[in-house]
C-alpha cells in the first residue's frame, strides 16, 4: 500500500466510524422526538426559511452580545467557509493534483485566520471577562470544544504548507507556494527556511500530521457532538427554521382530549421542546436576563433546559427515569419563573423556556403542590372569579363616583368593550385610576362599555401557574358574555388580559380585536377628539412583559407619550429588553423567600440611575402596584413617582386629578 | 385501616348572609356553598395517614345540594371513595339530624377511624363529630392534631390550658374532631377534578330523616352596632393629627 493509499483507507476509516457512532448516538434522541407530541412547524415555509437565514446569517440575536457575537461569526462562517478546506484537503488524497483556486484559496486561509482569533476572543472572554451567564455551564465543554477547533486550524496550515514539499515524494506533482494561500505560504518559507521543506521525512511527516490534525479532529469532532452543547451545529439552524409562529403570547397550543397542560415525561412536550433541549449551547443568555435569577432565586432559565437535557440522557443510558417537576427541576426553580420571557427574547437558537416551565408547574399542581398563597387565589378565582377573594357582584363598585354611568355592554350594544381586569376593579388604589380612564374616555366621547359582574378574571395568571381548567373555565365564563354582548372591539387596560383574550381565548373559538387603552388613546388624539397640552416633563417608560415582549406592542406607549409633549428617556433595558417587574406568573401573591433583591427594586434602580427623570410610567396595574412599592423600598420616594399613563393624559387634557398627589408639578 | 372523613359543604361568608327580614330566616337558596374549612383539615390529615401508614380513606357527605363537586375533589386529592347520602334534605338540615344519618350509615359499616372537622360555621345545635360519636357509642376526641395511626391504634394529640399538650391513644373505632391537619390542604386541579368526575362513580345510599328532639330558631338577624371604630383616613400627617385629637379628646395627653 502506498502512502497515499494509506492516507485514503485512514479518511474512509474515521469517516465511516465516526458517522456511524454520530448516526448511533443521535438515533436514541430521534427515538425520543418521535415518541413526543405533535406540533406544526413546517406550516408557512417561506417566511420561516427568510426569517433562518437572517438569524443565522445575520446574527441578529447573537449580536447584542458585541464581543461574543462577532467572535462567534468568525468561528460559525469557519464551519461553513472552511468545508472547501475538508473537500480540498480529502480530495488531494483521492484526486492528486486537485487544486483550490486562487481566490478560494484566499478566502479559506483568511477564515482560518479569523477563526483563529475568534477562538482567541473566546478563550478571552471564558477565561478573562468569565461573564456570571456562564456559571453552571459545562466550562470544560466549552474549552475542549475550543481546542479541537484550533487544533483543526492548525491542522489545516500544517498540511497546507508541507503540501507542496511532500507532494513531491507523495504524489509525485510539482506544486509550488501559492501567495494566494497566504498561511501555507508564509509558513512554507519558514520551512525552506529552517531547511525542514529539503528533508523528505519531514516534509511528508508535516503534511500527514496536517492532515490528519485538520481531517481526523473534524471527524473525532462529530463523534464528540451527540454528548456535547456543540450538537448546537446541527440543531440550532433547524431549531430556528423551526421557531414558533403561533402568537407568542399563546402559552398553551389547542389541547387534544387526552393530552392534558402537565409535563411529567419527556413523551408530555411536544418534539420541538425535546429538540429544545439539545439544541441549548448553554450560552446563558437567558440566565443573565432572567429577572428571578437576578433576584437571587434558584430559578436559571439555562440550568432548566440543563437539567431536562441531562436527566434525558441519563435515561437514554438506562437509567431510571426521574419525575421532571419537582426532582429534576426543583419547585423552587418552577415556581420562581415570572413567565416573563426575557429568556426566549435572549435565546440565540429560539428555545422556548416558558411553555416548558409551565407545563412542569402544571403537573406539581396537580398533585397539589403549590405556594399555599397562590392556592388560596385559585380557589378565589374558582369561587368568585377573582384574585382578591372579594364578592363578584362587587366587581363593578369601581363605577360609582362617575358622574356618568359607564353602559351594560351586557345590556345595549357598544362600539367599545372595555375589559377592566381584576387589580383595576378591585385595587382600592387602581380603582381611582379606573375612574380616570373612564372619565378620559367620556371627554373623547367614546362609545363604550363593561360587563359589570358579567366579567371574571382572564385566566391568565391561572394558565400560568399550571390550571389549565381553571383558566378554561374562567374563561367560559367571560366568554358566555363575550359572545353574547354587541361590540365591534375590545380594550383592556391590563395586559395580562390583554394577552389572555388575544392569543389563549383563541383557542376557544373568540376571535374579536383586542387593543391596549394607550391604542386607542393614540386615535382618539389622532381623530382630534383628545387634544392634550404639551407636558413638558422628562419621564422614563417601563414596558409590560405582558403588553411589550409578547405582544410587541412598544409603540403605543411612546407615541402617547409623545403626543403630550413628554420627554422620554429610555432605560437601558427597554422594548423587547425590558426587565420584568417581577409580579407575572403568579409571582405576585407568592411568599418572597430567598429574594434578595425584588425585580421591581432592581428595575428602580435602573430608572433613578436615568439623569433627571422624575416620572417612571407605567401601562399596567400590575405594575403600578410593584413598582409603587419598590419607589418606597429603594427610598426613592422623594426622587421618582410612579404615574400610569393614563394619569398623564388626564393632566394634558385639563381633566382634574381627584388624589391632589397625582397632580404633575 | 379504614378511615371515614365526614364532610359539609356551608355556606360561602364572601357574600353577606340573605334574612328574610320579615321571618327572620336564612334565604339558604340564595347563598353559594363550600366545602366547610375544618373539614377540610379532616381529610388532609386523613390522606397524610394514608401516605404514612396507608389506609383506605371514604370521603362521606349528607347530600344537600351541589355535594359532587366536594365528593370528586376528595377523591382528586387522594381519597378511595365517595359516598352520597342522599333523602329529602336541605342546606337547612340541623347537625342532629344530619348526625343521625351519619350515624346510621356508619353503623353497620366497619370503620376504624372516622374523621371530620372540629366544627363548622354553621354549628347551631352541636358538633358532628361529638354528636356521631355519642350515637354510637364510641370514643371520641375533639379539638385534634397530629392523627396517627398505628396498627389498630391511633395517637393523637390534644392542646390543654396552661401550656400543655396531652398525647392520647385510642383504640378503634374512635371519632375525632380534627382541628388542624399536619400540612395545609393540598389543592385539586380543576382538571382532575373533572376527569375523576368522569372516570369515577359516587356511592349513593338512601337514607331518611329521623325526628330528633331539636331547637326552634325564632329568627335571624343583624345585631345593631353599639358602638363603632373610626377609619382614619388621610395621609401620615393627617392621621397623625387626628390621632393626636383623639387622645387629647378623651384626656390621654400629657405634657
Known sequence: ?665 | MRIAVLLKSVPDLIEDIPIDEESGEILYDEMSYIPSEWDDQALEEALLIKEESGAEVTAITVDTGESDTMLFTALAKGADHGVKLVGDFDPSLPNRQRAHIFSQYLGPQSFDLVLSGVQAIDDIDGQIPGLVAGILGWPHASVVTEVRAHDNRVIFRQEYAGGLVAEIKVSTPAVIGVQAARKPPRYASIAKVRQIAKSSQLEEVEMSIQEVPSLEILRFYKPIASGHAEMIDGDVDEAVDRIIEILQEHNLMRG
Open chain 1, 1 to 665: 500500500m502506498t502512502g497515499q493509499e494509506g492516507l485514503a483507507v485512514f479518511t474512509i476509516l474515521i469517516f465511516a466510524g465516526a458517522t456511524a457512532y454520530f448516526i448511533a448516538r443521535m438515533l436514541p434522541i430521534l427515538r425520543v422526538l418521535r415518541k413526543a407530541r405533535a406540533t406544526d412547524r413546517l406550516d408557512n415555509w417561506p417566511s420561516r426559511l427568510g426569517f433562518m437565514l437572517g438569524q443565522v446569517f445575520g446574527h441578529k440575536r447573537l449580536l447584542q452580545k458585541r464581543l461574543s457575537g462577532i467572535l462567534h461569526f468568525f468561528i460559525f462562517s469557519g464551519f461553513v467557509i472552511l468545508f472547501i478546506d475538508i473537500v480540498a484537503s480529502i480530495g488531494q488524497v483521492f484526486v492528486p493534483g486537485l487544486k483550490l483556486d486562487a481566490a478560494l484559496a484566499f478566502i479559506v486561509d483568511l477564515w482560518v485566520a479569523l477563526v483563529l482569533v475568534g477562538i482567541i476572543l473566546a478563550v478571552y472572554q471564558r477565561a478573562i471577562i468569565r461573564p456570571e451567564r456562564y456559571h453552571g455551564s459545562d466550562e470544560k465543554d466549552g474549552y475542549v470544544i475550543l481546542g479541537m477547533i484550533g487544533v483543526i486550524m492548525v491542522g489545516i496550515m500544517l498540511h497546507e504548507s508541507f503540501y507542496p514539499f511532500a507532494a513531491h515524494y507523495w504524489y509525485h506533482l510539482q506544486v509550488r507556494l501559492d501567495p494566494w494561500e497566504f498561511l501555507g505560504y508564509t509558513l512554507g518559507h519558514l520551512w525552506l527556511q529552517t531547511g525542514m521543506a529539503s528533508t523528505p521525512v519531514i516534509a511528508e511527516a508535516g503534511y500527514i500530521t496536517g492532515y490528519v490534525l485538520d481531517i481526523g479532529m473534524v471527524f473525532a469532532f462529530l463523534a464528540y457532538l451527540p454528548t456535547s452543547k456543540h450538537l448546537h451545529i446541527f440543531l440550532a439552524v433547524p431549531s430556528i427554521f423551526l421557531h414558533k409562529t403561533r402568537p407568542a403570547g399563546e402559552l398553551v397550543p389547542p389541547l387534544t382530549e387526552d393530552a392534558g397542560m402537565a409535563i411529567r415525561t419527556f413523551q408530555d412536550m411536544n418534539w420541538k421542546d425535546v429538540l429544545d433541549v439539545f439544541t441549548c449551547t448553554e450560552c446563558g443568555r437567558c440566565q443573565a436576563v432572567c429577572p428571578a435569577h437576578a433576584a437571587g432565586q434558584p430559578l436559571s432559565p439555562k440550568m432548566v433546559i440543563l437539567e431536562l437535557r441531562d436527566a434525558l440522557r441519563q435515561e437514554l443510558a438506562g437509567a431510571e427515569p426521574r419525575a421532571l417537576a419537582g426532582d429534576v427541576v426543583s419547585a423552587e426553580e418552577l415556581w420562581a419563573c415570572t413567565t416573563c420571557g426575557a429568556c426566549q427574547e435572549a435565546c440565540p437558537v429560539f428555545i422556548e423556556h416558558v411553555p416548558k416551565i409551565a407545563g412542569l408547574r402544571a403537573a406539581l399542581l396537580e398533585d397539589g403542590e403549590i405556594d399555599k398563597n397562590s392556592q388560596k387565589v385559585l380557589v378565589a378565582w374558582d369561587r368568585q372569579g377573582n384574585s382578591f377573594g372579594q364578592p363578584l357582584r362587587r366587581r363593578p363598585n369601581w363605577t360609582k363616583g362617575l358622574d356618568v354611568a359607564i353602559k351594560d355592554a351586557r345590556k345595549e350594544p357598544v362600539d367599545w368593550l372595555w375589559f377592566v381586569g381584576d387589580f383595576a376593579s378591585y385595587d382600592p388604589r387602581l380603582q381611582e385610576l379606573s375612574r380616570l380612564v373612564a372619565r378620559l374616555l367620556q371627554r373623547a366621547g367614546l362609545d363604550f362599555g363593561i360587563l359589570y359582574e358579567g366579567e371574571s378574571n382572564a385566566g391568565n395568571e391561572a394558565l400560568r401557574l399550571g390550571e389549565y381548567g381553571l383558566f378554561e373555565s374562567l374563561a367560559q365564563k367571560n366568554l358566555k358574555w363575550l359572545n353574547e354582548a354587541q361590540y365591534r372591539q375590545i380594550f383592556t387596560t391590563d395586559p395580562h388580559s390583554l394577552n389572555a383574550l388575544r392569543n389563549e381565548y383563541r383557542k376557544l373559538g373568540f376571535d374579536k380585536p383586542v387593543k391596549h387603552y394607550t391604542q386607542v388613546f393614540v386615535d382618539l388624539i389622532d381623530q382630534g377628539r383628545l387634544s392634550p397640552a404639551p407636558l413638558g416633563v422628562r419621564v422614563t417608560y417601563h414596558d409590560p412583559c405582558y403588553l411589550g415582549r409578547w405582544n410587541r406592542i412598544f409603540d403605543a406607549p411612546r407615541q402617547l407619550l409623545e403626543k403630550m409633549g413628554v420627554e422620554l428617556v429610555e432605560m437601558p433595558r427597554h422594548g423587547p429588553n425590558s426587565f420584568c417587574c417581577g409580579a407575572g406568573g403568579g409571582r405576585i401573591w407568592m411568599e418572597e423567600d430567598g429574594i434578595k433583591e425584588r425585580p421591581a427594586d432592581n428595575r428602580i434602580k435602573e430608572a433613578a440611575s436615568l439623569e433627571d427623570v422624575g416620572y417612571f410610567v407605567v401601562a399596567c396595574p400590575k405594575d403600578m402596584s410593584m413598582f409603587s412599592a419598590a419607589v418606597q423600598s429603594t427610598g426613592n420616594d422623594g426622587r421618582m413617582k410612579v404615574v400610569d399613563v393614563a394619569e398623564l393624559l388626564a393632566q394634558a387634557v385639563g381633566l382634574t386629578v381627584p388624589d391632589a398627589e397625582l397632580a404633575i408639578k
